[in-house]
């Protein structure tokens, strides 16, 4: 039976090049062919879709159902331009509410709003698609939206039975324009249509948030909760409003159940990674921020967990986010400055320069950042530079403590011009008399002089806290107990600083034999 059939197909075929075709009949297998092939690239969301449909209008230019393809398939590509020199299909004789639809979205494209009002207008009044009646609509949201409001209550007089959903897209419409008051209307009225629908309720909340009625918006979301609509959307706004009441318990609460439905919701990431700072959980801190959605493109949720780190003891892994950060964010001034200051502690004062001169040519005014590269070029044995940067400082501001006091230490380090490093620690000290670091300064500049006595009582009111903390100080304390022959105090300190200063380490070989 099968080798019949076959026979059968056989004898009514007829191979291509047994029957001529005319010119005009090959033009047309041509346009043909080019047609459907321009039929699926646009099934298929193919690239090549607008240079196959262009390929079909050059066989048959004057086409305008062809000339409004285009045009509709330039519009989806986001290439208005290219659909410019085929928009003259609206020109080719009558016209469909197509026609007028699609030339209404290339003239709101293009800028023309007015023109695509009227040309939308027409699509509307020749057809009943919703969807060319809700592109209409969307465009007098932006024109009219009061008129996108009256649309949606006459659509509801044909068809009551989208009486929700209408009138929650006329909420919506008049939300968007912050007429609250109007908005509010529809959200009722959608409501009251449709009880089980939780958008009209979404939108009440919104605009309850919005005019600070907190109770009521808190009302509205635990609602929806109830009816089993609660997001991580709703539930973030419910905590944020719990964190303006100072109900933290109850904002740590809806945050939890924020994070819970979106793992890595920004506001909740956000609020619980402070709520757990405050407990000093800087861990669980670091951790609700790298879950945040915008992590990665947040220069300052990085900088955060920097400081986290710092504060759980991490350097190493501090300076590994902010330089990071640096890379990815290098023009944003607080995550250059950041970044030289955790160079600056590791003692990569190469590397901090360069980082704070960069942050200096965007941001001249920036003082602190001048500070820190001052500090930064002292560390470097850059004196010369050093001083003109702290001119600078204190031409702007003659009272700033920082940079009398490191200019003071500076000069008493080198044991130069001690009388201007006494004059500069002497306005340092008139500005804050109890800074630690400015007492010690000033407790150098005596060693330096020789007056042993007076660096001794002053030193005094160091606490031996910051000595075991800071090296530094440890080593002015052991160094003039050293000179006073209190060997034994002496001892005490440059064991201390020893591990950190060389100074210290020197002097402590110095030591006589217990």
Known sequence: MKNLLTLALCAVWVPAGALALNGESKQEAKLFKSFLSSVYALRENDKKVLSRLQRTLSLAPDSKYLKRLFVSAALAADKPEQAEPYADFINGGENDAEDWSVYASYLWKK??????????????????????????????????????????????????????????????????????????????????????????????????????????????????????????????????????????????????????????????????????????????????LKDAADY????????QVSFYQQKLNQPEESLKTLAAAYQQFGGNVEVGFFYALALNEAKEYKKASRVLKKVLQT?????????QYAFTLESLKKYSEMERELQTILEENPQNAAALNLYAYSLAVRGERLELAQEYAARALAVDPEDASFIDTQAWIYFKQGKLEEAAELLQSVSDDLAARDAEVAYHKGAVAFEQGKFDEARRYLETARLKNKDAAKLYKKLPPR
Do not use: C
């Open 363 to 371: 941001n001249p005014s920036y003082a602190e950042a001048r500070l």
């Open 296 to 303: 990665q493109d947040s220069a300052s949720k990085q900088l």
């Open 111 to 288: 800028g023309d709003v007015d023109g695509a009002q009227q040309a939308y207008f027409q699509a509307v009044k020749q057809s009943d698609d919703f969807r060319i009646a809700y592109q209409y609509v969307a465009l007098l949201s932006v024109l009219e939206p009061h008129r996108a409001a009256q649309v949606f209550e006459e659509w509801i007089a044909v068809q009551p039975e989208m009486a929700g959903v209408l009138y929650t897209e006329a909420g919506n419409v008049l939300l968007r324009r912050a007429d609250w008051a109007n908005a509010l209307v529809y959200f009722n009225k959608a409501a009251a249509a449709s009880p089980d629908n939780p958008s009209p309720r979404f939108g009440r909340g919104i605009i309850y948030e919005k005019s600070s009625q907190y109770f009521l918006m808190l009302h509205e979301f635990e609602e929806l909760e109830k009816m089993g609509f609660g997001n991580a959307a709703t539930y973030s706004r419910m905590g944020s409003v719990f964190v303006l009441v100072k109900d933290f318990a109850k904002a740590e609460e809806y945050f939890v159940k924020a994070k819970a439905d979106d793992k890595a919701d920004v506001p909740a990431a956000y609020f619980l990674s402070l709520l757990a700072e405050q407990k000093g959980e800087y861990a669980r801190a670091i951790g609700y």
